[in-house]
Each structure stands twice: as C-alpha cells, then as structure tokens.
C-alpha cells in the first residue's frame, strides 16, 4: 500500500492507495494549519482517511510534496 500526502497552501490531502489492485482505498482532507504547526493540518487528514499515525511503517511506499503557491514555507523531513 501506498499513502500519498500533498500539503497545499489550503488543504491538506492524504489518499491511501493499493498498488496491487490499483484501487484508491481511502482519502482525507483538512484544512491547512498555516498559522499554526502544519503537522496538526497532516493528522486531522490522516484520521479523516483512517490511517494512524503510529502504523505508518506499514505502508510499503510513503510519498509527500507540496502544492502550495506561496505563503507556506516547509520542509518535509521523514514522513
């Protein structure tokens, strides 16, 4: 299983996606904690897709990026 995350500027989306049956098995969305720690805005999504947070060692691919246009400085470090 794959679990893909783009933080944007507005939202913060999560899809948990099966590679064998290329089939997407859940998805979230929340609002960006731009003001706040981004990372609030990232366990809110993943809670909204079912995915805990302790169980990310369990998907064999984890990919992040950033779809911001500006406004959002981060760096994603071991996701």
């Given at each position: 299983?794959?679990?893909?995350?783009?933080?944007?500027?507005t939202y913060?989306?999560?899809?948990?996606?099966?590679?064998?049956?290329?089939?997407?098995?859940?998805?979230?969305?929340?609002?960006?904690?731009?003001?706040?720690?981004?990372?609030?805005?990232?366990?809110?999504?993943?809670?909204?897709?079912?995915?805990?947070?302790?169980?990310?060692?369990?998907?064999?691919?984890?990919?992040a990026c950033?779809?911001?246009?500006?406004?959002?400085?981060?760096?994603?470090?071991?996701?």
């Open positions: 299983m794959a679990l893909l995350v783009d933080i944007g500027s913060t989306k999560v899809v948990v996606v099966d590679l064998e049956a290329i089939e997407i098995l859940a998805q979230g969305k929340r609002v960006t904690t731009v003001e706040e720690d981004v990372t609030l805005g990232l366990e809110k999504a993943l809670a909204a897709a079912g995915v805990d947070r302790e169980a990310l060692d369990e998907f064999a691919l984890r990919l950033s779809s911001a246009a500006g406004g959002l400085s981060l760096v994603a470090i071991g996701l």
